[in-house]
């Protein structure tokens, strides 16, 4: 090779230069020359190339001596590969520059210190290797990172650290398990300006979900000081998710925030050898977002930038890890890595599978809760690691097919983490290093449980199971469930639309790669209960109700809020944008808040606000609470609610449904108050469904037609008030049939009016899944959309196809 070049300029690498400059370098630099015109701020900074490694490593003569310590690694024994992965290391550790190379590198740092008018800067000194961050091999986190470096001797140390962390433990072993050749994987390092996180804030973004692959979302981990702390999972961080089509339209569609408690941040050391250190947060700083909404939707228009721009050079959907960083001093957003992520772009969505856990008592056996990562269940014996180093003096080797649970992983710990049938910790967010090699491996964790090494005890049967949404749950012992498997390819196609009935939102996500035609059924008050859980009124006035325990629980929850209007508002707004974002651009229909008396009773405060009934099933409630004087302005709130996510989030595939309206008079009130509060039908192309379920609805059909745009079938409530009974005594249960003839005749008179006054009409129900000849009477009279639970969805369209087929 001819004067192989040893140094170059960041701006000066582009995507072509991967062998010279590895994987991140090249992206960096590709990014400085292609998007810095589009507005996205990159530190500036040099490359020290391949060729200086390899120089490094001829120069030390090391070569041979390391590949005999990696070929007399036993990869089925931990210590074996931690003795050879330690000597290796210091081999390059105690190796020595060849003086041309230190002196160009030196000269380098030299000249980016002046560009910013200082002697000795301070800068962050980033591996890059060949193999990391391609399309087809994570590595994610496998080479150092030094932040906080200044000076000649210590980037020419950091450098040689960087070099050794080429042959970290869990380097070596991911690298015999992809089946990467040791010596054909070289590193490139990066000196990179410092941006002054320590005196902001930093974290990650992913332009996609990372847990169920949805597309069409940013997702943005965010904590004070620098980031290191949340890809280590050591703070649980804030979490921010805005949707990508209506961002890109220049609504504000931030659809959901979570706090994180950011108890502690990592600053700039004190000087001397201490480059970073570790301190507690302000309290004050735990309690509110560490990002204004104008930064989250900046930040997620350049990860949107990005990932447009490296789908276009690559010719297909490329999503991607960002680590972004907010300087305290010039209050400048800077985005600091860019990599392809390698999971969920290579995952075949139309292959289902699907876990149904069968114990219905498994809420007596759940143990803690945390962040779910991937959607599997595992069974195994608690095994509590506090540190690799322990487990190895003391020869507690760790069994496979038990469950880690531990503090918090850091990538070292891969070996051990792929024997695990499931992985708990005590901290981390869903984007740690524990979260993103678990992901990976494909191994179920649930990370920010808190005190897992206190409450689980060694050698207990438990089940870790992230089946049930974006909440991990550990139940003691064994629970039984199903484990389905169906490819999507293979059902068959169907003339009447099926819908879905979504009641979570943090399952949204998930259920949006069913085939489906939008949402026939989203219940206010699944978010109201697990989401808010406080009466809407208890919220407005429990200053003036003298409890002081409610308030103070009430004061925790709207901590990060306003006010509490705000708190609810916000958090119903979120709750429903997340599914209608799911499903965008296809109909998501919003039933208003259906409570009945006894049921919002349980909800914080709701002992202040609400009768005694004998029969709550037919008392206050749907319409009939809507306009009261008592709680017309907690229904204000959710009309609020949802004209924030139509008109300043952009989903106006949002329809809103009305419960339990007895008269065509009430529906009038219920849209006056509708109006008085932002909401009328027909502006802004809002549609207004009835809830069929009450006799009246169908008997006055031809009158309620002319005030909405669809009817949707309550088919429960229609039964059981049709037929005079109630659907909750066991002493009637052998009545209970919505094909009872009276049943269908209603079914009947209410399709056929509404077809005669164009209004559309579908059901919400199990009953055309359960029972084929209910699907085929409903679908012989022309229902327009039949709407199921998730679970059902296959069954659903072979009954259908079965019936039309005969049709």
């Known amino acids: 090779m001819n004067n192989p070049i040893f140094t170059i300029d960041l701006n000066k690498v582009g995507i072509n230069d991967i062998d010279l400059v590895g994987g991140k370098n090249a992206s960096l630099g590709e990014m400085i020359q292609h998007l810095t015109a589009l507005g996205v701020n990159i530190p500036n900074g040099f490359v020290i190339t391949v060729n200086a490694y390899y120089e490094f490593i001829k120069f030390n003569n090391l070569d041979t001596e390391i590949r005999r310590i990696v070929n007399d690694i036993d990869y089925d024994n931990i210590e074996s590969l931690r003795r050879g992965g330690l000597q290796v290391r210091q081999l390059i550790q105690n190796g020595r520059f060849p003086k041309s190379i230190s002196e160009e590198i030196i000269e380098k740092y030299y000249e980016l210190s002046r560009t910013y008018d200082q002697d000795v800067t301070d800068v962050a000194v980033r591996s890059s290797a060949t193999a990391e961050d391609l399309p087809d091999a994570s590595f994610a986190g496998q080479q150092e990172t030094y932040l906080n470096v200044r000076g000649p001797v210590s980037i020419i140390d950091c450098v040689r650290n960087c070099f050794a962390s080429l042959f970290t433990d869990r380097a070596i072993s991911y690298r015999h398990n992809f089946k990467y050749d040791h010596f054909l994987v070289s590193l490139s390092v990066c000196i990179q300006k410092m941006v002054r996180s320590d005196l902001g804030a930093s974290g990650v973004a992913f332009s996609l979900d990372t847990e169920s692959g949805f597309k069409d979302v940013v997702v943005i981990n965010a904590s004070y000081g620098l980031g290191e702390l949340i890809v280590?999972?050591?703070?649980?961080?804030?979490?921010?998710?805005?949707?990508?089509?209506?961002?890109?339209?220049?609504?504000?569609?931030?659809?959901?925030?979570?706090?994180?408690?950011?108890?502690?941040?990592m600053v700039y050391g004190e000087g001397g050898d201490e480059r970073v250190r570790i301190i507690p947060s302000e309290k004050n700083f735990r309690s509110r977002f560490c990002l204004k909404d104008e930064t989250i939707i900046k930040l997620s228009k350049w990860v949107a930038i990005i990932e447009d721009y490296y789908s276009k050079i690559r010719d297909k959907w490329t999503p991607m890890d960002i680590e972004w960083a907010i300087d305290g001093m010039t209050r400048d957003l800077f985005v600091v890595q860019a990599r392809p992520e390698t999971i969920h772009s290579r995952k075949d969505y139309s292959k289902i599978t699907e876990y149904q856990i069968l114990d219905e008592t498994r809420n007596e056996k759940l143990l803690l809760k945390g962040i779910a990562v991937g959607d599997k269940i595992g069974t195994g014996k608690v095994n509590i690691l506090y540190s690799l180093d322990k487990r190895v003096t003391?020869?507690?080797?760790?069994?496979?097919?038990?469950?880690?649970?531990?503090?918090?992983?850091?990538?070292?710990?891969?070996?051990?983490?792929?024997?695990?049938?499931?992985?708990?910790?005590?901290?981390?967010?869903?984007?740690?290093?524990?979260?993103?090699?678990?992901?990976?491996?494909?191994?179920?964790?649930?990370?920010?449980?808190?005190?897992?090494?206190?409450?689980?005890?060694?050698?207990?049967?438990?089940?870790?199971?992230?089946?049930?949404?974006?909440?991990?749950?550990?139940?003691?012992?064994?629970?039984?469930?199903?484990?389905?498997?169906?490819?999507?390819?293979?059902?068959?196609?169907?003339?009447?639309p099926i819908m879905l009935n979504v009641a979570s939102p943090s399952l949204a996500f998930q259920f949006s790669h069913l085939p489906n035609s939008g949402v026939g059924l989203a219940r206010e008050e699944f978010i109201i209960n697990n989401y808010i859980q406080v009466h809407p009124l208890a919220l407005m006035q429990h200053k003036d109700l003298n409890d002081a325990d409610l308030t103070n629980e009430i004061e925790k929850k709207i901590i990060g809020y306003d006010s509490e209007e705000d708190f609810f508002i916000n958090k119903l707004a979120q709750g429903i944008a997340k599914i209608a974002a799911a499903f965008y651009p296809n109909k998501v229909i919003v039933r208003?808040?259906?409570?009945?008396?006894?049921?919002?009773?349980?909800?914080?405060?709701?002992?202040?606000?609400e009768p005694h009934e004998e029969n709550p099933m037919i008392g206050w409630r749907g319409a009939s609470r809507y306009y009261s004087d008592a709680y017309k302005a907690a229904f204000g709130l959710e009309c609020i609610a949802i004209k924030k996510v139509r008109e300043e989030m952009g989903l106006t595939n949002v329809v809103v449904m009305v419960p339990f309206c007895r008269t065509v008079n009430e529906l009038m009130k219920v849209q006056d108050v509708m109006k008085e509060y932002g909401l009328v039908r027909g502006e802004n192309g809002l549609e207004l469904f009835l809830m069929a379920e009450i006799p009246s609805n169908i008997i006055l059909a031809d009158e309620f037609s002319k005030h909405i745009d669809g009817f949707s079938i309550g088919s429960n409530d229609l039964t059981q008030l049709t037929l005079g009974l109630d659907r909750d005594s066991s002493l009637v249960a052998h009545l209970y049939d919505e094909r009872n003839e009276a049943v269908k005749k209603m079914l009947e008179m209410l399709i056929h009016t509404a077809k005669k006054n164009k209004v559309k009409v579908g059901i919400c129900g199990q009953g055309p899944s359960d029972y084929p000849d209910f699907a085929q009477f409903l679908v012989q009279l022309g229902i327009d959309s039949i709407s199921v639970t998730p679970d059902s969805v296959v069954k659903t369209y072979k009954a259908l196809h079965e019936v039309e087929q005969k049709m």
């Open 232 to 265: 280590q999972g050591a703070v649980s961080p804030d979490e921010y998710v805005v949707f990508k089509p209506k961002l890109k339209e220049g609504f504000k569609s931030i659809i959901e925030k979570k706090m994180g408690n950011k108890d502690k941040m």
């Open 394 to 496: 003391e020869g507690h080797e760790f069994v496979a097919g038990s469950i880690l649970v531990t503090d918090m992983t850091d990538p070292d710990w891969e070996p051990i983490m792929k024997k695990a049938s499931a992985i708990i910790t005590n901290k981390g967010g869903r984007t740690c290093h524990a979260a993103i090699v678990a992901r990976e491996l494909g191994v179920p964790a649930i990370v920010g449980c808190g005190n897992a090494t206190e409450l689980l005890k060694e050698g207990t049967l438990v089940t870790a199971s992230c089946a049930e949404g974006d909440v991990g749950f550990v139940y003691n012992g064994d629970i039984e469930y199903n484990k389905l498997e169906y490819d999507l390819n293979d059902l068959p196609k169907v003339n009447t």
């Open 592 to 609: 208003f808040s259906d409570f009945k008396s006894n049921e919002y009773f349980n909800l914080l405060g709701g002992k202040y606000f």
